[in-house]
């Protein structure tokens, strides 16, 4: 079955710069697009970047592009989030996901907490 592993969440300063890691398996890793999505309570659960199956075309939203940076190792079943220049509203738990055979699966989600 599929299973998506989050990581690497935790209590961070502003502008700290934690990685966060996804392993995952039960499917064909190497040849999905995988996406981070965050949600905080005040928000709904939004994309914050996704990675082609290569690598070779990453999307960013808006308020981390520039900060964050969407990475993979398909050798490992592997995606990473690296986070930097943490900002309070980066506070959110962030989830790993997948689509496969037409279904979304998500991590239990890794919370960060960006505070002083």
């Known amino acids: 079955q599929v299973q998506l592993v989050e990581s690497g969440g935790g209590l961070v300063q502003p502008g700290g710069s934690p990685r966060l890691s996804c392993v995952a398996s039960g499917f064909a890793f190497r040849l999905k697009r995988m996406s981070w999505y965050r949600q905080s309570p005040e928000k709904e659960r939004e994309l914050v970047a996704d990675?082609?199956?290569?690598?070779?075309?990453?999307n960013y939203a808006g308020s981390v592009k520039g900060r964050f940076t969407i990475s993979r190792d398909n050798a490992k079943n592997l995606v990473f989030l690296q986070m930097n220049s943490l900002k309070p509203e980066d506070t959110a738990v962030y989830y790993c996901q997948v689509t496969w055979n037409s279904r979304d699966y998500w991590g239990k989600g890794t919370l960060v907490t960006v505070s002083s």
């Open positions: 990675i082609s199956p290569s690598g070779n075309t990453i």
